[in-house]
């Protein structure tokens, strides 16, 4: 599996929603400074997001976005489907992009990739953006350089 800037750039954007979560509308120029995304693209991502459910927006100058859901029922495998369409290392054991492969019936790989895509799963299927603010949260508190004397 490989996350595109897209992936990337979605993934990072709930993020930032998740961690404003209570804090009500964010501006989009917000987003863009905070996550190092061109403005322009993080239109595109955002009209993607809000299609799919996962964000709303009010306009006007009081305007910006907001998560359609709670931090808490969106998981990371979600957005990536979402962007990349896939999870499985191969199509011919992808469960969303299938695609019939010629030796699939006598491919001594095959086991192996329908095992990564499981573990893959396994995993963002698990990992909620709830999750991710926690464990953001705790990196950065790891990473404050104290200059108390």
Known sequence: MRISF??????KTILDLSGNYKNGLVKISDISKRQDIPLKYLEQILL????????NSKRGPDGGYYLAKKPSEITVGEVIR???????????VSKSCYARCTDELKCPFRPLWSD???MINGVVDRVTFEDM???KEKMEKNNVVNYEI
């Open 133 to 135: 603010c926690i464990r």
């Open 6 to 11: 897209k992936g990337d750039y979605a993934l």
């Open 82 to 92: 979402l962007t990349e369409g896939y999870t499985s290392p191969v199509s011919c």
């Open 116 to 118: 990564i895509r499981d």
């Open 48 to 55: 993607l997001l809000k299609g799919a459910g996962y964000v």
